[in-house]
């Protein structure tokens, strides 16, 4: 039985690759100092993932930058502003097409299916032509075969690279252009035939709803690389869920395997025998690529023996259920986690060995000793208090329906608020941050350094607290924040602040291109032991008559960017956090505070990639959202915000959130939002964001004018807000200042137009 991995982390357990990438982009290393470092961790995670016993290894899985866009370069599928393709894209023009330059903006990035890495949009458009632009993959698998690695090509396949880009020219149809694609992928094929034993290709859109015009092709377009392929055997690779009606689909293709993700969807593995063609093997991927906990050996050794029973040992391959791109790179590294804990985990390293493992016992070469650890780290996490509380596990049971409601609705709550308010039409405000200068960032690596008490640094943040409101009150914004210094990040900020959570020291997952996050696990129940934020928001309203807005993350964001325990149904861990959060806004109501925002910006990408399975999240999201906001006075304003997603089909579902005001980000589409709450309504005030917080530029007081002046087409002014897209702590403070002064401007100009 084979175990392979779809795909290894590439950033470097000590992020050698970013390190190298930034140091070059800089100009302090040239080209050839990042090629070795690549090489180095090519050769370093081969090594470390046939030591653990896998036996195919993946090549090709790794990228400078982004395997997407490393696709793009492939097939030569250079957008027209970087100039006209080159016989051979090279690395600073693929350099270019990630990063921009002063001529032509970056190529788009977007999520890559519901994780939280962003890959490089494929532009597509009529008359490109396509055509066999680098020799990387062939250089690696040579590379790989020198280092006498058993190597297992990996290619992001034709469908999912057609599928996964965008048309830049209105109506023209992509699929024209797959003859082309094809074309170069047959000529890569051909070239790897004969020096690897597996190919794999990489078509996750399978796990989705396929539009026709993408199903239909699929089958034609393998035959093609099935004949181009020669004696190399050809392994279809589909992940993030399960294959649904796309099985039959699969069960024409000329492939000689098919990898499913049995973690995401285990149920696919019953009935194989049905649709699975005699001459396709399958690759179980049962070790979870996607997070972080240890596989639990029993029940997915069931899983495996269900395999062999209807298909035979000889036709089953194991793997991981996905790359391991999403998960940190070894556990052992984490010196500093509790024994205990890390009893629990398994990052990419552990994860090949438990391959190992899972094939040995299902072969009837069983580790005893590997098996029995494994029993007894779940026996540990299943009875652990620090994983199970009675107390948390009581408050949820008692959870009734009208704590999920306000007591009074909106129009009733609005009259209220407006009472103790007291703002005017268009009402001003950001969204949370502001600027997180080197000054404070200075303060916090020497309070964490231990360089600073916590008395100094809380002293040092509240400098920075009464800087930012005399600030808003300057540019005489209405509703003030105060500013967010404390925060390094939304979510851990929270988290470090609750029980049932734990940080990594080292456990970078790659976001995109250089950038990494290391994102909090939750492990146990979660409870609030002390207010989070009371003090500082308290201490900001003291500062300013004004409104203040207390700012919190929300609960579905705090899961959507944590690790979170798989031992139950995210839906219990979210309602966990929401009670967590309603106890912090009822504390910041009892403080005071008259308006509150419960940040949701990961709402929209938490969904499930199936439509069918949408309302199913969609209810118990929306319901943690009004469990956390729904505990306050009618006076008591709750905003939310979200960001960065596609808002127009959900937009019933955000509006059963019932907050009484959302900021949303909307300048980048020209406000192309506003033709969704035409169609849908949205019954509650709401803040179309006027300007794109992600670059220095300063809009002016008249665009600003002109895009409120579109939206009060649709919203009406009694309900409209006005801000900016996001947070602003990535900006700095003088085009900051320029843009929230244009903006207070053109909030009034158009105030006093309304007002005659
Ligand atoms: N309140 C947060 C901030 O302003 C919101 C950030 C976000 O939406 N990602 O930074
Ligand atoms: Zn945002």
Redesign the pocket.
């Known amino acids: 039985m084979l175990t392979h991995t779809l795909g290894f982390p590439r950033i470097g357990l000590n992020r050698e690759l970013k390190k190298a990438l930034e140091s070059f982009w800089k100009g302090s290393i040239g080209e050839g100092d990042v090629e070795a470092t690549a090489r180095d961790l090519r050769l370093r995670h081969w090594r470390l993932q046939t030591d653990a016993g896998v036996d195919l290894v993946p090549v090709g899985d790794f990228s400078l930058y982004d395997h997407v866009l490393d696709t793009v370069a492939m097939v030569g599928a250079v957008p027209e502003r970087f100039g006209a393709p080159p016989a051979l894209v090279d690395t600073s023009l693929y350099v270019r097409m990630a990063r921009g330059d002063r001529d032509a903006a970056a190529m788009e990035m977007t999520k890559w299916f519901d994780t939280n890495y962003h890959y490089i949009v494929p532009e597509f458009r009529s008359g490109m032509t396509f055509r066999l632009s680098t020799t990387r993959l062939f250089d690696e698998v040579e590379e790989a075969l020198a280092a006498g690695v058993r190597a297992k090509a990996v290619v992001l396949g034709p469908l999912t690279f057609l599928h996964l880009g965008k048309e830049v020219e209105p109506g023209f149809d992509r699929w024209t252009l797959l003859d082309g694609v094809l074309g170069v992928y047959e000529q890569v094929l051909a070239r790897l035939a004969g020096r690897v034993e597996w190919i794999q290709l990489d078509e996750p859109i399978l796990a989705l709803d396929l539009p026709a015009a993408a199903r239909e092709r699929f089958a034609p377009a393998y035959a093609r690389l099935r004949a181009a392929a020669g004696g190399a055997r050809l392994m279809l690779a589909t992940y993030f869920g399960g294959l649904g009606e796309n099985a039959r689909l699969v069960a024409g293709l000329p492939v000689d395997a098919v990898h499913l993700d049995c973690v995401r969807a285990p149920g696919q593995v019953g009935g194989l025998n049905a649709w699975l063609p005699p001459r396709m093997s399958v690759s179980l991927g049962v070790v979870n690529g996607r997070n972080i906990w240890r596989v639990e050996a029993d029940p997915t050794l069931d899983l495996i023996r269900q395999a062999i029973e209807q298909l035979g040992a000889s036709r089953v391959m194991l793997g991981t259920s996905c790359s391991l791109l999403h998960v940190p790179i070894d556990l052992d590294a984490e010196t500093g986690l509790d024994a205990e804990l890390r009893s629990w985990m398994a990052f990419a390293k552990q994860k090949c060995a438990e391959l190992r493992m899972l094939a040995d016992a299902a072969e009837g070469r069983a580790d005893l000793a590997l098996l029995e650890a494994n029993r007894a780290a779940w026996a540990s996490r299943r009875s652990s208090p620090r994983a199970v509380r009675a107390d948390v596990r009581a408050r949820v049971a008692a959870i009734t329906p009208d704590m999920s409601r306000r007591a009074s609705p909106f129009e009733q709550r609005k009259r209220a608020q407006q009472a103790a308010l007291k703002l005017p039409l268009l009402p001003t405000t950001t969204?949370?941050?502001f600027p997180q200068t080197p000054e404070i960032r200075a303060a916090r690596a020497r309070w964490r350094s231990g360089a600073m008490s916590d008395a100094e640094y809380a002293e040092a943040m509240r400098g920075f607290v009464r800087e930012v409101i005399r600030r808003q009150e300057e540019l005489d914004l209405d509703v003030l924040v105060h500013g967010?210094p404390e925060r390094s990040d939304?979510v851990e900020y929270f988290g470090e602040q609750l029980d049932g959570f734990c940080f990594t020291r080292n456990g970078w997952v790659q976001s995109y291109g250089s950038r990494c996050v290391k994102p909090p696990v939750i492990y146990g129940d979660v409870a609030r032991p002390r207010p989070m934020t009371v003090e500082w928001i308290r201490y900001a309203q003291a500062q300013t008559s004004r409104p203040l807005k207390g700012?919190l993350t929300g609960p579905v964001t705090i899961l959507g960017w944590s690790f979170v325990r798989d031992d139950q149904p995210r839906s219990d861990t979210c309602r966990q956090i929401a009670l967590a959060i309603r106890d912090e806004v009822q504390d910041l109501e009892a403080a005071g505070i008259r308006v509150i925002?419960i940040?949701e910006?990961a709402f929209r990408e938490g969904a499930p990639l199936r439509a069918s399975e949408w309302p199913g999240y969609f209810q118990w999201a929306v319901d943690a959202f009004r469990l956390a906001a729904s505990g306050v006075r009618d006076e008591t304003q709750i905003h939310t915000?979200m960001?960065y997603s596609e808002f127009n089909e959900i937009l019933p579902w955000i509006a059963a959130m019932d907050a009484d005001v959302i900021s949303l980000e909307a300048s980048r589409s020209r406000m192309e939002l506003l033709s969704a709450f035409r169609r849908h309504g949205y019954p509650n005030d709401v803040g179309p964001g006027v300007y794109d917080i992600h670059s220095p530029r300063v809009p002016s007081e008249e665009e600003l004018v002109d895009l409120l002046r579109r939206a009060l087409e649709v919203i009406p002014a009694e309900r409209l807000w006005v801000n900016p897209d996001?947070?602003?702590?990535t900006r700095e403070w003088p085009e900051t200042l320029a843009s929230l002064r244009n903006m207070v401007a053109a909030a009034k100009r158009l105030r006093g137009e309304l007002a005659r």
């Open positions: 969204i949370g941050s967010e939304m700012m925002q940040d910006p915000h960001c996001c947070g602003l702590k």
